[in-house]
């Protein structure tokens, strides 16, 4: 039976995913059975506990940030990761919002499961792995399936595209290297989680503060990225920098014009230079708030005619002619929120 609140908080607890309420000071104050079942404990000892009960000391960073922005009225939306009962990781995507009943506020935060990935011994090391980096992506981005797809398409087009590029004599690379881009690839915009949903799915172009803000993402997403790697037991990532310089430099540009640090030509890590491509080809296809997807032609023509502005040019006409068959077709001009 549950403990006694009102019953428009009843309603909660009877949906068909984990789901936990609290009160305004994150102190738990019911959970449903599914909640029970994901975390391992019961409803008895959970009550009374606060927000950090299961918290593993893995990413005390993120549960300082979901209590910042809590305080301050705002849903938040992450990955938790957490310590079941029996003692193993569990990894989880919770939204919690908050909201206000006889000016009363209260916390609910539903809850999904991801499957377990705790890491014992190294036969599934790279799976897991996988799966993690797959976890931790998708978790900047659960606020918009929309963009959770993109990530997956750009990591299968990056494979594509390095395992055509592998194939010409001039862009021969270690395959470990290959695979190592193909994996952190899908953590490009973890630092969108840091963005306001005002901002990252804006209808329309972006005011020149909220370009501003926008543009810290990469250095947002570095910081999480080592943040994480920090507070993990065991070694996350085999190569961070590969990784760090897929997230940082990514909206980097050929002539030195693109974000954070404008770097120019060679200058810009390949990897970096690859997931520029992907990454725009990709957000042109794909319909967002802000625009009606584009034709493959369409989306091509303007790779080509950034070739040498935006893109590294001998990448761009790989990218065309190993990648995508395709016939030019009429440009079209926005402001890409990628």
């Known amino acids: ?43 008895q000892t959970i009550i009374g506990s606060t927000a950090e009960f299961l918290n593993s000391n893995l990413q005390p960073m993120m549960y300082k940030s979901f209590k910042d922005i809590l305080k301050d009225g705002k849903p938040w939306s992450g990955i938790m990761v957490n ?36 890491i014992e011994g190294n036969n599934q090391r790279k799976e897991e792995q996988k799966e993690l980096y797959k976890v931790l992506a998708l978790s900047s981005e659960i606020r918009d399936t929309g963009i959770a797809e993109h990530l997956l398409r750009v990591q299968r087009l990056t494979e594509n595209f390095l395992l055509a ?12 290297y290959r695979d190592k881009i193909i994996q952190y690839s899908i953590l490009h915009d973890i630092g969108k989680s840091g963005v306001p949903e005002s ?44 990784a760090s310089n897929i997230i940082k430099y990514h909206h980097e ?26 990454d725009v080809y990709d957000a042109l296809v794909s319909k967002r708030s802000y625009k009606e997807s584009w034709s493959a032609n369409e989306a091509l023509s303007y790779l080509q005619e950034q070739r040498g502005l935006h893109f590294d040019p001998l990448l761009v ?13 009429e440009d079209k001009l926005f402001e890409i929120h990628c």
């Open 83 to 118: 310590i079941k009962k029996s003692s193993e990781v569990s990894y989880s995507f919770i939204t919690i919002t908050p909201i206000k009943i006889y000016e009363q506020i209260y916390y609910v935060g539903i809850t999904r499961s991801v499957d377990q990935l705790a």
């Open 165 to 176: 590029l592998n194939e010409q004599e001039k862009y021969s690379f270690p395959v470990a």
């Open 317 to 329: 006409d790989a990218f065309i002619e190993t990648v995508i068959d395709f016939t030019m077709g």
């Open 1 to 43: 039976m549950y403990r006694r609140i009102s019953n428009e908080l009843i309603y909660y607890l009877k949906l068909g995913d984990a789901v936990v309420i609290m009160d305004e000071k994150q102190v738990i104050l019911d959970v449903n059975i599914p909640y029970e079942n994901m975390t391992g404990n019961k409803r």
């Open 253 to 278: 540009k050929w002539d030195g014009t693109g974000y954070p640090e404008g770097l120019k030509g060679e200058a810009i890590p390949f990897e970096a230079r690859v997931i520029a491509i992907v």
């Open 199 to 242: 901002i990252l799915y804006k209808p329309g172009p972006l005011t020149f503060y909220e370009r501003k803000i926008i543009e810290m993402h990469p250095l947002i997403g570095v910081d999480v990225l080592y943040k994480i790697s920090d507070g993990m037991t065991y070694k996350l990532f085999d190569d961070i920098a590969i």
